[in-house]
């Protein structure tokens, strides 16, 4: 501060706003000392003993505003947060902050700035309390953090919460100079009461003496005249029409010149005409004027996309906006002053460059209503532009009362449907054609519980249409720069519908794919036009955390499905069912034991035997019974059924007449169910005695069957066998 403000301008700036607070008014202060935010002083009622009180803080606080080294930014903030909700207690009030500062936040400058983005600035949104705030000195960089700049961090947080930000290299004092402190609290003090300072729009010089006139209305309740002074041997001497020196303060007038770099003026029902201001000394000086009138134009009323936007709330560049007032006569609606004419303005200052739009405001037909529609281009800065409208008579020479607001202009991603035949972008301002199909009852069973992932099902069946009555909406997001283009990745996109049978409106989920692309499921109650109300949030880039509305209109029709779609429909259903069939049975037939180990038999001295993996199956049997086989299969006779299972367990049951032929190791006939089975006993007809004994045994984990003496893995095909009763090898 001591190379950005030497003369300690800002003190000054702070007294000044201090005398033009009314006791209707609460002010506070934090201030920065020793390396961290304090507290100086709780918000307090701004009566003129409290002016004094609030004065003297400042000064002993500041220590005559010395300097500070660091910038605690993130805990100054916080601190103004805490005293503006204390001073709320739950209510709603027009709370705001002023932020005065020459350098990024300091220590650990992008630390604090994610702090106050991520943290704080969600919490002044919460309450609509705005951020305005002053960058003294040069634009110093920002290494590693979401802003470039000093300025452009400043910038974006006035953006983000619907404040102003001021550079002392665009004020009104030409070059940066911290003289502009004080005009610029001045415009901050008007902002906040919906009003425009009238006066100097630039500096003047004076070396000697110099005379300035001004004129003074009928309907001006209150002469507020702010002086602000380079230098401290500048003197002011205000005269009404009459002549005589306002030099002496009474129950009608307030003076306050003991402060070096500024004199304040407030005279109560001051008299119409033209009064003078005498500057003496040498060095520029500004006028600044904020009066109160007993004829106001109330404060502006601001429709977009057929939505009224509260203040605070963001509008977006490129689109048509209306802008409108009306004339009061001590706070009650009046008739407009004969020969009236209301002009408005559109400015704004910033990083991303400067903008000035000028329009007139029509009387609308048989209406008190003045109002004018005003399109910012996509080509325009995006951030807080003043608003103001001023009222004049006598061919604009004559200002009677004037109206202002900051509003925040951004380029929003906004959404746009698609045609459902085309495909192409419809205007916002165009009607979106809609059909929707009512299915059979059990289609609609079927589709309708649907998992998320397999929602793709439907769309071959039910030819693109959803299975419930719903409209499907495609669009895509949108921004203007500064040609239109898709936007992705979007931040947010929230939807919600009003139908035409619906007092309220109801939220509709929102599927968002690449480029920008969304599509919607809309419940459709009955045909008519549907009302799509969009909440849209881009980048911190882009939107400055801030979301907008827009409204976008679709009109559906209904109708049944015909019978070739309700055919399509079902054929495409019946094969899903085969197709799922399939699937599960091959997994089954994957997951299942499968048949494993061998079997032998002896007869008449003879060995036999068979691996049985090398046993024959149709596809059929795979699928449908892929742990079965049949003992002819096996190469045994015919007459049962095997069963394998995990563990090793093989059951066998009766399978046809040849079943008669087959008993257990033990002579008891084979059951009709599956009966653990080992050692078998084959008989080729009731009169003979000769049986052949059959053992079946399953193969471990490692290849061996369970049986120690039975045939390894490749079974007697193998080639030879070692028997561990014998010693020579043998070919079968």
Not at 131 to 147: E, H, K, R, S, V
Request: net charge negative.
């Amino acid at each position: 501060m001591s190379t950005n403000d030497p003369a300690k301008y800002r003190c000054s700036a702070a007294n000044a706003f201090i005398d033009l607070s009314t006791a209707d008014d609460y002010v506070g202060v934090v201030g920065l000392a020793g390396g961290q935010a304090q507290g100086w002083h709780d918000p307090i009622l701004m009566t003129v003993k409290n002016h004094a009180i609030l004065k003297s803080t400042i000064k002993q606080r500041s220590l005559d505003c010395l300097p500070n080294g660091s910038t605690p930014t993130s805990d100054a903030l916080q601190k103004a947060f805490n005293m503006l909700a204390q001073a709320a207690q739950g209510t709603s009030i027009n709370g705001s902050v002023i932020l005065l500062t020459d350098g990024q936040p300091d220590p650990n400058g992008v630390e604090q700035i994610n702090s106050i983005q991520n943290k704080l600035v969600p919490q002044f949104q919460s309450q609509h309390w705005k951020i305005d705030t002053i960058g003294l000195g040069a634009n110093n960089p920002i290494a590693g953090g979401p802003f470039p700049t000093f300025h452009d961090f400043l910038y974006g947080l006035s953006t983000e919460t619907g404040g102003e930000f001021h550079d002392d290299s665009q004020g009104i004092i030409q070059g940066i100079n911290a003289l502009n402190i004080t005009p610029f609290f001045l415009d901050i003090f008007a902002s906040l009461r919906h009003k425009s300072v009238g006066g100097d729009k630039m500096a003047q010089t004076v070396d000697g003496i110099r005379a300035k006139n001004f004129s003074v209305s009928t309907y001006t309740d209150v002469l507020n005249v702010v002086v602000v002074k380079e230098n401290a041997n500048i003197s002011i001497i205000l005269k009404d029409p009459g002549a005589q020196s306002i030099s002496e303060q009474n129950d009608n007038v307030l003076i306050s010149n003991d402060d070096p770099y500024y004199t304040y003026f407030s005279v109560n029902e001051p008299r119409s005409g033209s009064w003078e201001l005498d500057i003496k000394g040498s060095g520029r000086y500004v006028i600044q004027t904020l009066n109160d009138e007993s004829m106001n134009l109330a404060n502006l009323t601001l429709t977009q996309n057929q939505q009224t936007i509260a203040d605070g709330q963001p509008v977006a560049l490129n689109n048509p906006v209306t802008i409108s007032t009306f004339f009061t006569h001590n706070g009650v609606q009046a008739t407009p002053p004969d020969g009236v004419d209301l002009n408005g303005t559109l400015i704004f200052h910033g990083p991303a460059g400067n903008f000035s739009q000028s329009f007139v405001l029509q009387n609308v037909k048989d209406t008190r209503t003045f109002s004018a529609d005003v399109e910012v281009p996509a080509s325009a800065p995006s951030g807080s532009y003043m608003l103001t409208i001023d009222a004049t008579t006598d061919s604009r020479a004559n200002s009677i009362a004037n109206t202002a607001r900051s509003q925040v202009f951004i380029s929003f991603p906004e959404p746009y449907l698609l045609s459902s035949q085309s495909q192409e972008l419809v205007p916002a301002n165009e009607l979106v054609m809609s059909k929707v199909i009512h299915w059979d009852p059990v289609l609609v069973l079927l589709y309708d519980h649907l998992p998320a992932w397999a929602g793709f099902l439907s769309a071959w069946p039910l030819q693109q249409s959803p299975p419930l009555s719903h409209a499907v909406i495609q669009g895509k997001v949108m921004i203007e720069k500064p040609t239109l283009q898709p936007y992705a990745p979007i931040k947010q996109l929230r939807v919600s519908v009003l139908s035409p049978n619906s007092p309220s409106a109801t939220t509709v989920p929102v599927q968002i794919s690449h480029n920008g692309q969304f599509q919607l499921l809309v419940p459709v109650t009955g045909s008519g036009i549907y009302t799509l109300q969009f909440q849209t949030q881009g980048q911190l880039k882009d939107s400055y955390g801030m979301t907008i509305s827009s409204l976008r209109k679709i009109e559906v029709s209904e109708r049944m499905a015909t019978p070739l779609q309700e055919g399509i429909a079902w054929l495409f259903t019946i094969a899903y069912a085969y197709l799922a069939f399939l699937v599960i049975r091959f997994v089954i037939g994957v997951t299942y034991p499968h048949p494993s180990g061998s079997w032998s038999s002896s007869r008449y001295g003879e060995l036999d035997g068979k691996n049985i993996r090398q046993a024959h199956r149709t596809l059929f049997q795979w699928f449908f019974h892929p742990d079965q086989l049949t003992s002819r299969q096996l190469g045994m006779p015919a007459g049962l059924r095997f069963r394998f299972l995990r563990g090793g367990v093989i059951k066998a049951r009766a399978e046809g007449r040849d079943a008669s032929h087959w008993q257990f190791g033990n002579g008891d006939p084979v059951a009709s169910q599956y009966t653990d089975a080992s050692d078998l006993l084959y008989k080729e007809d009731d009169d003979s005695n000769e049986t052949v004994r059959y053992t079946v045994s399953a193969e471990t984990d490692e290849g061996d069957s369970l049986e120690g003496n039975s045939f390894k893995k490749g079974g007697l095909f193998g080639g030879k066998r070692r028997d561990d009763d014998m010693d020579d090898p043998y070919e079968l």
